[in-house]
């Protein structure tokens, strides 16, 4: 087990299985999180196309405007910084 515990920084076996049980479920969530992000991108792409059709800018700042702040009030500050990210990965996939 020395090597569960180097792994994860645990001093007893108990603290090295729980911390590995966590890491597995955060990488479930992670898997999860980045099909959700692909699936965002791909639901954006297909509002920049019909708002491009339609003679629109590819971008819409005060619906981006939207997105900053609900992700600010229900994250704090962070959530902006994640909002930002977002919506860069989103952009321009048209």
Known sequence: MTDVLDKTGARTDEAADVI???????????????????????????????????????VNLSREMEILGHYRETLGKPGTSLAMTLLELCRGRV
Not at 31 to 47: C, F, P, T, W
């Open 20 to 58: 590995t049980g966590a890491r597995e479920r955060i990488d479930a969530l992670d898997d999860r999180i980045i099909g959700l992000v692909q699936e965002r991108m791909a639901v954006s792409a297909v509002i920049q196309e019909a708002r491009m059709t339609s003679g629109g800018r590819r």
